[in-house]
């Protein structure tokens, strides 16, 4: 069997991660939020708009939390201690998320279509970045003669 010498572990996750990609994804998802309620706000029921407020918030705090989460996991494993919360810090990040829609409708602060489509800000920043990647490859292309 052979030895790779070489090999960083997850150590090496976590010095090469990329950080320029995390921050535009972020970005993407902010604007998208912003361009949502703003373009709400005129046209649709306060409900609406508080909706997309709210869930795109969430959907932020969503992305925070499982990216400083998941670095710390690996930043344990990288030096082979144990993760202490494990499963449960997992579930409650959705957990909170879901206690703050529940009680918001609730208090028919929101409405719960809008609240979810606002949730989805990371599918409209994926998105985003999927046609800017694929706008860099058509540009960057080599011709071949």
Not at 40 to 56: D, E, I, N, Q
Not at 84 to 92: A, E, I, P, R, T
Not at 115 to 138: D, H, K, M, P, Q
């Amino acid at each position: 069997m052979k030895r790779n010498l070489d090999n960083t572990g997850a150590a090496a996750l976590i010095e090469t991660g990329n950080h320029a990609l995390e921050t535009r994804i972020f970005r993407s998802m902010a604007v998208a939020i912003t361009l949502a309620v703003a373009a709400s706000a005129p046209f649709a029921p306060w409900r609406v708009t508080a909706g997309l407020l709210l869930g795109g918030i969430l959907s932020l705090l969503n992305h925070h939390w499982l990216s400083t989460s998941t670095t710390a996991a690996f930043k344990v494993v990288a030096h082979g201690a144990k993760p202490k919360l494990g499963l449960l810090q997992y579930v409650l990040r959705y957990l909170v998320i879901a206690v703050a829609v529940f009680v918001a409708y609730q208090l028919k602060l929101v409405s719960l279509g809008a609240t979810i489509a606002g949730l989805c800000s990371f599918v409209v920043a994926l998105f985003v970045e999927a046609l800017r990647e694929f706008y860099l490859l058509i540009v960057h292309r080599e011709e071949t003669s």
